[in-house]
C-alpha cells in the first residue's frame, strides 16, 4: 500500500525532479560554513562613525532630538524655568532713610 502511495505522489512529477543522489557536487564543510557566517563590519563603521564626515551640528542634533520626543506626559523633557530676578521696589536711600525715622540713628 505505501509503495502505491509513493507511486502515485510521484506520477505528477518529470523523472528528472525527483529526489536522487546522480549529479551532486560533494561540497566541503568548510566552504558551506565560511558561506554562512556574517561578515563582521565593526572596524569599518567605528572608523565611519569616528571620522569627521559623520559629525553634525548641535542645532540640527538638538532639531532632531525635540522632533523624536514622545507625546506621552512621561516622554516629554523638562524644561528648565528661567529664575527671574527679583528687583526691589525700594532703593537704598529709602532704606536708610526709613532707618533714621523708625531706629533715630545711622
Given amino acids: 500500500m505505501k509503495k502505491q502511495l509513493k507511486r502515485l505522489k510521484r506520477q505528477g512529477q ?3 525532479q525527483r529526489a536522487s543522489a546522480k549529479n551532486r557536487v560533494i561540497k566541503s564543510a568548510v566552504e558551506e560554513y565560511k ?3 556574517a561578515e563582521d563590519h565593526l572596524a569599518e563603521n567605528l572608523t ?3 571620522g569627521s564626515q559623520a559629525v553634525t551640528n548641535k542645532v540640527s542634533c538638538s532639531k532632531i532630538l525635540s522632533q523624536h520626543c514622545g507625546r ?3 516622554d516629554q ?3 528648565k524655568e528661567k529664575k527671574v530676578q527679583e528687583v526691589s521696589l525700594f532703593t ?3 532704606f536708610k532713610k526709613f532707618q ?3 531706629f533715630g540713628t545711622s
Fill in 100 to 102: 533714621k525715622e523708625y
Fill in 35 to 37: 558561506k554562512r557566517t
Fill in 14 to 16: 518529470p523523472q528528472n
Fill in 48 to 50: 565611519y562613525m569616528l
Fill in 72 to 74: 506621552k506626559a512621561r
Fill in 92 to 94: 537704598d536711600q529709602d
Fill in 77 to 79: 523633557r523638562v524644561k
